[in-house]
């Protein structure tokens, strides 16, 4: 096998392949790589070849993290095929990547599924499994979206769909928007509910609405009861899927958020998407894991799990035992054990 890499320049080219190979990688989407750039990351995208054909991809982001500065390529690489050359050749081109940027580790997360011939392969290439907790939605929640409304309203827990029709029946009234000004009430809300919920919030959720917004692939959705925003929800459209990617919620005498997210369904079902992903979603063997609440509310809406491979780490220095030791003991501190 005769492998080279290149840089990608063409979108298009890009898309294509990650529609083909892995519709399911938010995170190695263009977009997401602009979102990156705008926020004021140092962003690459690799192409690998054998001849004239594209075998795979990859999307890297330099992280410098106090912990120690990274090569991210989250939900990837993208390859064609699982072959063991394919995967030696873009992990030591990652590898030179990551030394010439003076990077500690290289951190891979592609969206592929958990078993035993993925472990045994990433075993041979001398990863291991990163010591954060499973995020980026490898563990997540998906909603088949082909039934009709009848029987997707059908197929939720009762509660659930009980909560739906009285928000309706109570005049919960739900805005949909791509208006990034509207993005005021949504942070608002998010303030809040990390306050309550005891998490930092992420960063840059308005340029990545700014951006997917911009091409039509975003919308944020805003629950008002009694003239007051009580939830919010910002979905991305990506391939074949709409992604519940933020989200957030004051307490209402009403609900109101199981009718922002059932709107959300019924939009990505017009808009033509396959699924509807909930994203990340607590294991179901940790009962006290920080995500058991949302966890319990997204899967009322029915749907199934999906498990994919847990990122990995490529140690380029010894000094990887630092960032590694930091993250572990943040893991089981915040409950994710």
């Not at 990156?36 to 982001?61: C, D, H, S």
């Not at 030696?88 to 891979?108: N, T």
Request: glycine content about 8%; proline content about 5%; some cysteine.
């Amino acid at each position: 096998m005769s492998l080279r890499v290149d840089y990608i320049v063409e979108p298009r080219k890009w898309n294509e392949f990650i529609v083909t190979y892995a519709p399911q990688s938010l995170f190695q989407s263009w977009l997401w790589g602009e979102v990156q750039r705008k926020i004021g990351n140092t962003v690459a995208r690799f192409g690998f070849y054998e001849g004239g054909t594209l075998m795979g991809v990859a999307q890297t982001v330099l992280v410098s993290a106090r912990r120690g500065t990274f090569l991210h390529v989250r939900h990837g690489p993208v390859l064609a095929d699982d072959t063991l050359a394919l995967w030696r050749f873009v992990l030591a081109h990652l590898s030179s990547e990551a030394k010439i940027q003076r990077c500690l580790f290289v951190r891979m997360s592609p969206l592929i599924a958990e078993n035993d011939k993925t472990k045994e392969l990433f075993q041979t290439l001398h990863t291991v499994p990163s010591a954060i907790h499973r995020m980026d939605g490898e563990y997540c929640w998906v909603l088949d979206l082909s039934p009709s409304e009848e029987a997707l309203l059908a197929g939720m827990r009762k509660s659930t769909r009980y909560e739906i029709r009285k928000g309706q029946k109570d005049g919960v009234r739900v805005f949909a928007t791509s208006d990034p000004k509207r993005l005021t009430a949504f942070f608002d809300l998010y303030k809040a509910t990390s306050t309550r919920h005891g998490f930092v919030p992420h960063s840059g959720i308005r340029e990545e609405f700014e951006v997917f917004a911009k091409e039509n692939q975003a919308t944020l959705y805003l629950g008002e009861y009694r003239g007051r925003v009580t939830a919010a929800a910002i979905v991305l459209y990506v391939a074949h899927q709409a992604i519940y990617h933020h989200g957030a919620s004051v307490q209402s005498q009403t609900p109101v958020s199981p009718l922002v997210q059932w709107e959300a369904i019924r939009e990505a079902k017009k808009r033509g998407m396959k699924v509807y992903n909930f994203w990340g979603i607590a294991p179901y063997d940790s009962p006290k894991h920080p995500w058991r609440g949302i966890t319990l509310f997204k899967k009322g809406f029915g749907g199934r799990e999906i498990r994919y491979m847990h990122a990995h780490d490529l140690p380029i220095s010894p000094w990887y035992v630092i960032p590694r030791t930091i993250e572990l003991v943040r893991r089981v501190s915040r409950g994710y054990d």
